[in-house]
């Protein structure tokens, strides 16, 4: 079964700072990768989602990029601000993509 | 105006009692997912739909049932064989398996 890991837990940087989410997955077969955003006791947002032929896709200052072979992702948010303090989840789907597994998250806190 | 509702935002039920968490979606997605989260846990998938009349177990289905006659609605009943239902339900949707999903603001239930 599909595991899904994220380090840091927790991160905390000041307003202005690049920074980089790391996500990992046991599995490399899988049909896409999708980074959310959730903010506490509200749904999740949809970022990114990078199809498994994808090395990479970007919105604005959030860039995703994905190696499969290695089984590991990572978010980087440019230029932080502190409307970005939220929890950010990534979630694989297998490889027919009918089912999601998710990570436990990365609480960022942006300082001003 | 398209998305995601869920309804209630806040349920509360006496132990032993079975409760309906509602979700409806207007973006004419085929696929539908209910999920459970759960502090310091990842997503877990309950149950998922990929068409009308049509669903599958997730990796948590015990205790839970749902129902698929119309495109728009996949409610999720949480039955009293559910033996820790208090939890955060979150319904999302995509165009089809293995497409970007959108999620609804979520059902925070309290059962005691």
């Known amino acids: 079964k599909q595991e899904v890991t994220q380090i840091p837990a927790a991160l905390s940087v000041p307003e202005g700072e690049n920074l980089v989410l790391n996500c990992s997955f046991t599995d490399s077969a899988i049909y896409n990768l999708q980074w959310f955003r959730q903010d506490p006791g509200k749904g999740l947002t949809s970022l990114l989602l990078i199809q498994s032929s994808q090395r990479e896709q970007t919105s604005g200052r959030l860039n995703a990029s994905l190696d499969k072979s290695s089984g590991r992702s990572t978010l980087y948010i440019a230029a932080s601000q502190p409307g970005d303090s939220a929890t950010y989840l990534c979630?694989?789907?297998?490889?027919?993509?009918?089912?999601?597994?998710f990570g436990t998250g990365t609480s960022l806190t942006v300082i001003p | 105006d398209g998305g995601i509702t869920q309804s209630p935002k806040y349920l509360f039920r006496k132990e032993g009692q079975n409760v309906t968490l509602s979700c409806e979606q207007n973006?004419?997605?085929?696929?539908m997912y209910w999920y459970r989260q759960d502090p310091g846990q990842g997503l877990r998938l309950i149950y998922y739909s990929q068409i009308v009349n049509d669903f599958q177990k997730g990796d948590i289905a015990e205790g839970y049932s749902v129902s698929r006659e119309k495109k728009e609605s996949f409610p999720l009943t949480v039955t009293s064989a559910q033996k820790n239902p208090t939890a955060f339900y979150l319904c999302?949707?995509?165009?089809?398996?293995?497409?970007?999903?959108?999620f609804g603001p979520g059902t925070r239930l309290t059962v005691t």
């Open positions: 999302a949707s995509s165009i089809e398996r293995g497409y970007e999903q959108y």
């Open positions: 973006l004419n997605h085929d696929a």
């Open positions: 979630a694989v789907a297998s490889n027919t993509g009918n089912q999601f597994y």
